[in-house]
T-cell receptor
Framework: AQTVTQSQPEMSVQEAETVTLSCTYDTSENNYYLFWYKQPPSRQMILVIRQEAYKQQNATENRFSVNFQKAAKSFSLKISDSQLGDTAMYFCAFMKRSGANNLFFGTGTRLTVIP | EAGVAQSPRYKIIEKRQSVAFWCNPISGHATLYWYQQILGQGPKLLIQFQNNGVVDDSQLPKDRFSAERLKGVDSTLKIQPAKLEDSAVYLC??????????????FGPGTRLTVL
């Protein structure tokens, strides 16, 4: 079974500053994908960034980047130059590479960007 | 491009009543998922369809929950009879089939169910 742990229920950051959200996971799979999803107050979940476990290079998407440590089973999200629109719940999620490709989610981190 | 549509957005029922939720995925998406998101938790998969076949329903409480995806397009999730612990947001998501997996899932706005 796969488990995803987000140990920071809430975080805040000043606008334009940098913040890092933590995520650890447990799996016996060797090939898998990791995701960060954002759920703004309107509730529609959107993909922020995706990492393929067999790629050593950390994924980046504009102001968003990850620190993927496969041996430590750690997958943190760094948001640079935080903007008010980044205020949301952030969910870390795991997907197996083979078989049913559903997502296993963590409990989320509520991020508030302070003006 | 239209996103994933869900209705209703909100529903309040009393325990032991029945309720149904509807989802219309993004056009062309073969895979459809229903997730349950209880307050303070991350979404949990209830059932996954590929076209009109079930891929995974291992977490679906089959004594009270049912789902169908006739014709491989839109889907309905039903709860009968509802319990207090079914109060949650029900999220529908859809995706393309991507060789090698890792497909992005697109989520609808969800249906917030309150069972009194």
């Amino acid at each position: 079974a796969q488990t995803v742990t987000q140990s920071q229920p809430e975080m805040s950051v000043q606008e334009a500053e940098t913040v890092t959200l933590s995520c650890t996971y447990d799996t016996s799979e060797n090939n898998y994908y990791l995701f960060w999803y954002k759920q703004p107050p309107s509730r529609q979940m959107i993909l922020v960034i995706r990492q393929e476990a067999y790629k050593q290079q950390n994924a980046t998407e504009n102001r968003f980047s990850v620190n993927f440590q496969k041996a430590a089973k750690s997958f943190s999200l760094k948001i640079s130059d935080s903007q008010l629109g980044d205020t949301a719940m952030y969910f870390c999620a795991f997907m197996k590479r083979s078989g049913a490709n559903n997502l296993f989610f963590g409990t989320g981190t509520r991020l508030t960007v302070i003006p | 491009e239209a996103g994933v549509a869900q209705s209703p957005r909100y529903k309040i029922i009393e325990k032991r009543q029945s309720v149904a939720f509807w989802c219309n995925p993004i056009s062309g998406h073969a895979t459809l998922y229903w997730y349950q998101q209880i307050l303070g938790q991350g979404p949990k998969l209830l059932i996954q369809f590929q076209n009109n076949g079930v891929v995974d329903d291992s977490q679906l409480p089959k004594d009270r929950f049912s789902a169908e995806r006739l014709k491989g397009v839109d889907s309905t999730l039903k709860i009968q009879p509802a319990k207090l612990e079914d109060s949650a947001v029900y999220l529908c998501a859809s995706s393309f089939i991507r060789t090698g997996g890792g497909n992005e899932q697109f989520f609808g706005p969800g249906t917030r169910l309150t069972v009194l």
